[in-house]
């Protein structure tokens, strides 16, 4: 069992940078991969960016384009997600997720954290 909860968003103007992170507890979150999800009121979720357990592998949705960056700390037990240059467009809840299986696929995920609130203002 793990238990992810996220934090770090918040109302940014466009053009800033915000770091989400992902606090995990439970036994061997370091065999897990790690995604992040967003989800913006009316749209469907999308895939951010995920990094593999087993050698840190990153992987970034085609949107990405070099603004976001996903990094893990296993000593902490933490996942993070800087973005930066943000824009009106990345406004959205922004989940946290792990699994065992293809981390390309938001159906292998087994744990969701709660989400948290990214509102970039024009």
């Known amino acids: 069992q793990v238990q992810l909860v996220e934090s770090g968003g918040g109302l940014v103007q466009a053009g800033g940078s915000l770091r989400l992170s992902c606090a995990a507890s439970?036994?061997?979150?370091?065999?897990?991969?790690v995604g992040w999800f967003r989800q913006a009121p009316g749209k469907e979720r999308e895939f951010v960016a995920a990094?593999?357990?087993?050698?840190?592998?990153?992987y970034y949705g085609d949107f990405v384009k070099g603004r976001f960056t996903i990094s893990r700390d296993n000593a902490k037990n933490t996942v993070y997600l800087q973005i930066d240059s943000l824009k009106p467009e990345d406004t959205a809840v922004y989940y946290c997720?792990?699994?065992?299986?293809?981390?390309?696929?938001?159906?292998?995920?087994?744990?969701w954290g709660q989400g948290t609130q990214v509102t970039v203002s024009s």
């Open positions: 439970g036994r061997r979150f370091s065999t897990y991969s």
């Open positions: 997720a792990a699994t065992r299986d293809s981390l390309l696929t938001s159906s292998s995920y087994n744990y």
């Open positions: 990094i593999s357990w087993s050698d840190g592998r990153q």
